[in-house]
């Protein structure tokens, strides 16, 4: 009753979410294995919900996963507060690794058994997808009927007609059914599968479908511009998960930005390389034309475009983040960044001169070949970034994340680096720049190993999921060891050089 009543309230704050009437159509719940706070930022979350619910022969409800006493949301969803078990697919959308860690859980709070071999033709199929599915889905393949891999626009015209199609058929002759689908992979069938997407992003509008202040990003409307990226940057999944670089006509995200103008005043745009989209100067004027304040998550270092700062600034924004990725030149150039120290320093002097007063710094430790001196020649870097920073009053902040290998990328067969050498290499970093005017702000490294665990898992490491106790960095550790296995088999192995990998049944 508790949960009924806060969905209720949640539902009645948002504007845009779609309730229809169920009579004559499939119910598909859009899952996402994570907190209403987080995924209501996820813009794949919103592209599934406006999909399904733009046919008539459909209608589709959001379910998120809260923690703690409101973990039985997990059985209910947002808009009629119906179980999962009303529902005729699941179709859940997963962009981190760590949210798997979830997924068991979520099912068996619906009454739902978490292996797809412990559930019939009676329970909803249970369907995958996302960037990290994609690369690797291997880790949670036994909870799943089917995993899309690749773009969810190419695959779900046909996916949604083989769902209608052996509705009420024994589950078997559904998977066979969904498993002929091109970029379907269904994991009883074990069979190899090649990545889909779509050739015209304008075909499909991806942005906020459903508004609300309850999210990170609550104040703004979320634009998808472009995916993909022409940099193959060796330790990135943007480059095989989302290539080709395709971007959206400037008419059609004009025409989206105007009909979402009556919701926010505020506007982010979304994309892998956003500063690389061939019109922007003329869509952030168009935007600004419409009256929104504009929002941006990062720029490239080299080129960044005096003009194209000048418009932001006048779009409202006020602090900006950019990528030096590593210390050195040459440990730049090993993971396929070809910029120098000046080009950085350059872009800072840029931006400040634009008016941007306060800028994110982003860089790794823990990178293949990566010594403690490169860690040291980081901290030099920043201080000659804090430097020039100062000169323009522009606050200067460090966020430093490990290293974490992950298929289908040309650093996937390099181990990680242990977490204690990463917390090492980490507080000497911090107290390199300490009481100099930086913030550096690190992230967690225990849970960078796990990720890198699952990033690079397979099947084995289900039962490691399905066993934990409590998601924590002890629960793990224990699950792990009491399915017989070490984070050496995973995050820290080196795969030799002509070892097949575990995900070398997708095709990119």
């Not at 046919?55 to 179980?83: I, K």
């Not at 996302?130 to 889905?137: D, E």
Request: proline share 5%; with cysteine; net charge neutral.
């Amino acid at each position: 009753m508790v949960w009924n009543r806060a969905l209720k309230d949640r539902l009645s704050a948002e504007s845009g979410a779609v309730t229809r009437d169920w009579g004559g159509r499939l119910p598909v719940a859009i899952i996402y294995a994570n907190s209403y706070h987080i995924g209501m930022s996820n813009l794949g979350v919103h592209a599934l919900y406006r999909w399904f619910n733009s046919r008539d022969d459909f209608v589709a409800e959001r379910v998120f996963w809260e923690e703690g006493p409101q973990s039985t949301s997990g059985a209910l969803s947002v808009e009629s507060r119906r179980p999962l078990t009303d529902f005729s697919a699941l179709a859940f959308s997963v962009s981190f690794e760590l949210d798997y860690l979830n997924i068991p859980g979520l099912l068996d709070a619906a009454g739902i058994p978490a292996r797809s071999s412990d559930r019939d033709e009676s329970y909803p199929l249970v369907i995958g997808g996302g960037a990290v599915l994609t690369a690797n889905p291997l880790p949670v393949a036994p909870f799943f009927d089917a995993i899309c891999v690749g773009e969810a626009e190419a695959i779900l015209p046909e996916l949604a007609r083989a769902i209608k199609e052996t509705l009420g058929q024994p589950r078997q002759s559904q998977l066979d059914r969904i498993g002929a689908i091109p970029g379907v992979y269904v994991p009883r069938q074990k069979a190899s599968v090649k990545r889909q997407f779509v050739s015209n992003l304008d075909d499909f509008p991806v942005g906020t479908a459903v508004f609300t202040e309850d999210t990170e990003f609550g104040d703004m409307f979320l634009l998808e511009v472009q995916r993909g990226c022409r940099f193959s940057c060796r330790f990135c999944l943007v480059a095989s998960t989302f290539c080709p670089f395709r971007y959206r006509t400037l008419g059609s995200l004009l025409s989206q930005a105007e009909a979402a103008r009556k919701y926010r005043d505020r506007i982010a745009l979304v994309g892998p390389v956003v500063s690389e989209y061939p019109q922007l100067v003329e869509l952030l004027r168009g935007l600004r034309g419409l009256d929104y304040n504009l929002s941006v998550g990062s720029m490239r270092v080299k080129p960044i475009s005096s003009e194209v700062l000048e418009e932001l600034v006048k779009g409202g924004v006020k602090s900006l983040t950019i990528a030096p990725e590593a210390g050195t030149p040459q440990l730049r150039r090993s993971i396929g960044k070809g910029f120098s120290d000046d080009d950085i320093l350059e872009a800072i002097s840029k931006i400040g001169e634009a008016g941007i007063r306060q800028l994110t710094l982003y860089s790794m430790v823990g990178l293949p070949g990566e010594t403690d001196d490169d860690v040291r020649s980081l901290a030099a870097l920043v201080l000659r970034c804090k430097t020039e920073a100062d000169r323009h009053h522009v606050v200067l902040s460090l966020n430093v994340s490990a290293f974490v290998p992950k298929a289908h990328t040309p650093f996937e067969r390099e181990p990680m680096t242990s977490a204690q050498d990463i917390d090492r290499r980490f507080d000497l970093l911090e107290r390199s720049l300490s009481g100099k005017g930086v913030k550096v702000k690190p992230d967690a490294s225990g849970w960078g190993e796990i990720q890198a665990a699952l990033a690079r898992g397979n099947e084995k490491l289900a039962e490691v999921i399905e066993k934990l106790d409590k998601v924590s960095l002890v629960g793990w550790r224990r699950a792990l060891k009491g399915a017989g296995l070490s984070m050496e088999d995973y995050a820290r192995r080196r795969f030799d050089e002509h070892e097949p990998l575990p995900w070398d049944f997708i095709s990119m």
